[in-house]
């Protein structure tokens, strides 16, 4: 992947993004508000080898003091320490409630003892630290001075007092919300990815390309009015009237020698917008001053007649079963811009019928009647009505639904064209969204831009 695809899948998800973000620091700034404040004092001791009128090596007594330092240290939760300081104090804890609070360090090479007090109460912290730091000074004294009292002894000497602290040491309210703003974001950016990687369905004509083989005609931009307004074609200025307009286009150019005449518009599944892109791409081809034939293949689930509002009744099942001719069964539409076959009347055979020689025989006088025959077939994994299809066309148009046709489900589809040596001739990305989400404005422009002298030249033809 290139930058740009991180970027894109950032962009593309950015509100999981910021919504995964705002929630986690959220929660840690909530969690990190109820935390109790928790203040924590320091005093400081400084041992050392108790003066003599005997002569002696002030080194000896330093390196005597280090060696002995860390186990000072240790010493200061024990309870000879703090069993006094609780009785001086009178604190309602036992010892070794207190010395969870307490610690002690040496900083390295030094003969000093800090001492650490953490509290609820910021006084009550500096005055246990200050009590601790005197009676682990007693102690000390205590266990170095021998019984005979003729060994110098070793003085612990509080030097710097504790006081009560004026903020707590804890929480962090600061850090833990720019953890949690780190945390959130990790997330997010982790979840945007993982939902990239869980979602198989195609999302690009390039991707598209490279899966089928097939030259991307065009992108079809999404249009949450396509439902009620299905013939966007009738519509010169519409945006995704130019869509079909390219995709006329760049089909022209897909073989200039061997220009395919009947032209099957398939898909993978139902519902990703074949019938209106074959009614589209009739009617832009009628435009272009072509005579154009649109013959209803999908049998099991008709929806041509719905969206042009015509009788359906009589039709393409009608002439395979030899109950009448192939001319008593040509609708003129809006003004004989174009002609309908419909599908008839609903088969218990429609597999049998299209692989029957009647179909062929359609295909191939219509062929001969007129300029171009667009069909309007099945999708291929509900049935195989649409391999059949395509196999006696000249080719086939997959039209791929963005973000819900799965790679799966476009393998299987191409498998299945595949098995029938069916010819794919391109593919039309529908439902693309456009704006700065989405990949159908980029695309979109290219293909316009590409093809726009073409366009212009084929319509004035």
Known sequence: MELRDYLRILAKHWIGITLITVLVTALVAVWTFLQPRVYTANAQTFVAIASSNDSSDPFTGATYTLQRITSYVQLVDSPDVLGPVIEEL????????????????????????????????????????????????????????????????????LTDPAEPPGSPSSPRTRVNILLGLLIGLALGVGYAFLRESLDT????????????????????????????????????????????????????????????????????????????????????????????????TDLRRPRVGTYLGIESQVGLTDV??????????????????????PSGHAPPNPSELLSSQQFVQVIEDLKA??????????????????????????????????????????????????????????????????GRRGYGYYYAYRYRYGYADRDERSDAS
């Open 201 to 296: 369905t195609v999302k690009s004509p390039d991707e598209l390309g490279e899966m089928t083989g097939a030259t991307p005609l065009g992108l079809i931009s999404f249009d949450p009015d396509a439902e009620t307004k299905p013939l966007v074609s009738l519509e010169p200025r519409a945006p995704r009237a130019e869509a079909f307009r390219t995709i006329r286009t760049n089909l022209q150019y897909v073989d200039v020698d061997h220009s395919p005449r009947a032209v099957a518009i398939t898909s993978a599944v139902p519902n990703e917008g074949k019938t209106t892109t074959s009614i589209n791409l009739a009617i832009t081809m009628a435009q272009a001053g072509k005579k154009v034939a649109l013959v209803e």
């Open 90 to 157: 009178d604190l309602d804890r036992s010892v070794n409630s207190l010395a969870g609070s307490v610690s002690a360090s040496n900083p390295v090479d030094t003969v000093l003892i800090n001492i650490s007090v953490s509290d609820l109460d910021p006084a009550l912290a500096a005055t246990i630290a200050n009590a601790t730091a005197v009676q682990l000074g007693s102690v000390i004294q205590s266990l170095e001075t021998s019984s005979a009292g003729d060994i110098i002894p070793v003085q612990a000497t």
């Open 369 to 434: 009647e007129f300029d171009q025959v667009i069909i309007d077939s099945s999708p291929l994994l509900a049935v195989t009505d649409g391999a059949i299809v395509s196999k006696v066309a000249d080719g086939a148009v997959m039209v791929v639904r963005f973000g819900k046709t799965t790679r799966e489900q476009l393998d299987t589809s191409m498998d299945a064209l595949s098995q029938v040596d069916a010819r794919l001739l391109g593919t039309v990305m529908n439902f693309v969204p456009t």
């Open 320 to 341: 395979l079963a030899g109950q009448t001719k192939l001319e008593d069964t040509l609708l003129p539409w809006n003004r004989e811009l174009f002609t309908v076959i």
